[in-house]
C-alpha cells in the first residue's frame, strides 16, 4: 500500500508502543512454529506463505524494538529494512506458488482452515493493540501494516481451505498464495516510500542546526 502523507516530525515512539512490540513478536513467534509444522503436514502453499509471514514479522519485531529509542534516522533505516524484506517475502511466495503448481500437490483443507482460524485470532488481537499506532512514524506503520496484512492473510487461508475442500484441486491455495505475495509486495513498496521520507525529514533536521550555524 503506498503512503500518500507527508513525512512525520515526532522524535520518539508514542506511548506503550515498546510494549505493544512485545505482545506481538511473542504472538508471531509462536504462530510461526504453530503454521510451519502445519504447512508441512498439509502441503499448503498459501499456510506455509503466512507461516514464513509470521517468522518475518518476529524478525522485524525484534528490529523495532532495538531501534525503538533511537532517533527518528535510525527508525527510518530500520523500516527501510523491513519495508525490503517485505517486498522479498511477496517475491518469494510468488516463486514457491509457481513451484507448486509445477509439482501438482494438493494440500489438505481441513488443516488449513483450522489453523487458519487460530492465526486469525492471533492476529486479529496483534492488529487491535497495535491500532492506534498505526499513523506514527514509517516504523510504527510498517507494524500496524505486517499485523494488518496477516489478519487479511488469515482470511484468505480459510478461504483456500474452503475452495480446496470443494474443488479437489490445489489452484484455491495457490491463488490465495499469489495474493498474500502481491499484497506484501505492495505494503513493503510502500514502508520503503515512507521510510525514505523519514530519512529525508530526519537528515535535513540534522543539517538545519549546522547551516544556521554556518550563516
Known amino acids: 500500500m503506498a503512503c500518500s502523507c507527508s513525512a512525520p516530525t515526532p522524535t520518539g515512539p508514542a506511548p506503550?508502543?515498546?510494549?505493544?512490540?512485545?505482545?506481538?513478536?511473542?504472538?508471531?513467534?509462536?504462530?510461526?512454529l504453530v503454521e510451519g509444522i502445519a504447512s508441512l503436514q498439509s502441503d499448503s502453499v498459501s499456510l506455509?506463505?503466512?507461516?514464513?509471514?509470521?517468522?518475518?514479522d518476529s524478525a522485524n519485531?525484534?528490529?523495532?524494538?532495538?531501534?525503538?529509542?533511537?532517533?527518528?534516522?535510525?527508525?527510518?533505516?530500520?523500516a527501510l529494512v523491513k519495508g525490503v524484506t517485505?517486498?522479498?517475502f511477496g517475491l518469494l511466495v510468488w516463486a514457491r506458488a509457481?513451484?507448486?503448481?509445477?509439482?501438482?500437490?494438493?494440500?489438505?483443507?481441513l488443516t488449513m482452515g483450522l489453523v487458519g482460524l487460530l492465526a486469525l485470532v492471533a492476529n486479529v488481537s496483534v492488529a487491535i493493540v497495535l491500532f492506534r499506532f498505526r499513523e506514527g512514524d514509517a516504523d510504527m506503520r510498517s507494524v500496524w501494516l505486517c499485523s494488518r496484512n496477516d489478519a487479511i492473510g488469515n482470511l484468505?487461508?480459510?478461504t483456500a481451505a474452503l475452495g480446496v475442500f470443494r474443488t479437489g484441486t490445489a489452484w484455491p491455495d495457490?491463488?490465495?498464495a499469489a495474493i498474500m505475495g502481491t499484497l506484501a509486495i505492495t505494503a513493503g513498496v510502500g514502508v520503503v516510500r515512507h521510510a525514505r521520507m523519514d530519512i529525508a525529514q530526519a537528515n535535513a533536521d540534522r543539517s538545519s542546526p549546522l547551516r544556521e550555524h554556518q550563516s
Open 16 to 32: 506503550g508502543f515498546r510494549k505493544a512490540l512485545w505482545f506481538a513478536l511473542w504472538v508471531n513467534a509462536g504462530m510461526f
Open 48 to 56: 506455509l506463505a503466512d507461516a514464513i509471514d509470521f517468522f518475518g
Open 61 to 78: 519485531y525484534v528490529l523495532s524494538l532495538c531501534v525503538l529509542s533511537m532517533g527518528m534516522l535510525w527508525r527510518g533505516r530500520a
Open 86 to 88: 517485505m517486498t522479498l
Open 98 to 109: 509457481l513451484w507448486m503448481l509445477q509439482s501438482g500437490a494438493t494440500p489438505e483443507p
Open 156 to 158: 484468505a487461508v480459510m
Open 174 to 176: 495457490l491463488i490465495v
